[in-house]
Nanobody, 125 residues
Framework: QVQLVESGGGLVQAGGSLRLSCTASGRAVSSYSWGWFRQAPGKEREFVAAITWSSTALTYADSVKGRFTISRDNAKNTVYLQMNSLNPEDTAVYYC??????????????????WGQGTQVTVSS
């Protein structure tokens, strides 16, 4: 079984930056793909970014493209989400997820096998 733990959330002013981290434990996940999702109050969970096991392929939601960067460190079993130029619409609980299909860039919630507990990101105007 794989456990994922996110960190790095918090309160930031509009225009600011945060870096989220998600570390896996329980087994090595260097061959897995990763994704970040977010869920705002009253809304469905939505895709943010994904990365394959080798980091050779990335994809982003249009709403974050050019502002957010996903990366991973397989030696640390960790994935990151660098978030720049944050705006109040980015306020949500952010979740990391991992898929055993390491070559896939999945945007669907149902395509991931493991999920973290979420970390709150609040952007004030």
């Amino acid at each position: 079984q794989v456990q994922l733990v996110e960190s790095g959330g918090g309160l930031v002013q509009a225009g600011g930056s945060l870096r989220l981290s998600c570390t896996a434990s329980g087994r090595a996940v260097s061959s897995y793909s990763w994704g970040w999702f977010r869920q705002a109050p009253g809304k469905e969970r939505e895709f943010v970014a994904a990365i394959t096991w080798s980091s050779t392929a990335l994809t982003y939601a249009d709403s974050v493209k050019g502002r957010f960067t996903i990366s991973r460190d397989n030696a640390k079993n960790t994935v990151y989400l660098q978030m720049n130029s944050l705006n109040p619409e980015d306020t949500a609980v952010y979740y990391c997820a991992s898929s055993r299909d390491g070559a896939a860039l999945n945007r669907a919630v149902g395509r991931y096998d493991y999920w973290g507990q979420g970390t709150q990101v609040t952007v004030s105007s």
